[in-house]
């Protein structure tokens, strides 16, 4: 396998992964970003967990989709994320909008 087609094969499985996205989305009611992954979840709960200069934020998600496409199976049931960075959670729009 040279570049090109290690190159093509990921932008072949991003694309895919785009697409189950656009399928999957209209599912789950928060869209959340850390600095290392992006989920689809139907709960989340955040707390900071320890205080001081560097305070460390956990999410909790229920019922999620990871987007990551060397992933086998993306749906999980629980998903805990730990980090010192920023961790964005977004409500998605209800089907009305």
């Given at each position: 396998m040279n570049t090109?087609?290690?190159?093509n094969f990921e932008a072949e499985r991003e694309l895919q992964l785009?697409?189950?996205?656009?399928d999957v989305v209209s599912m789950f009611r928060y869209a959340v970003e850390s600095?290392?992954?992006f989920y689809?979840?139907?709960e989340v709960v955040t707390r900071v967990a320890a205080d001081g200069?560097?305070?460390l934020i956990e999410?909790?998600?229920?019922d999620a989709w990871v987007w990551d496409m060397?992933?086998?199976?993306?749906f999980v049931p629980r998903v805990k994320i730990l980090s010192f960075k920023d961790v964005n959670v977004e409500e998605l729009p209800?089907?009305?909008i």
């Amino acid at each position: 396998m040279n570049t090109d087609d290690l190159e093509n094969f990921e932008a072949e499985r991003e694309l895919q992964l785009a697409q189950e996205y656009q399928d999957v989305v209209s599912m789950f009611r928060y869209a959340v970003e850390s600095e290392r992954r992006f989920y689809l979840a139907n709960e989340v709960v955040t707390r900071v967990a320890a205080d001081g200069p560097r305070p460390l934020i956990e999410v909790e998600l229920t019922d999620a989709w990871v987007w990551d496409m060397y992933r086998k199976s993306r749906f999980v049931p629980r998903v805990k994320i730990l980090s010192f960075k920023d961790v964005n959670v977004e409500e998605l729009p209800g089907p009305e909008i």
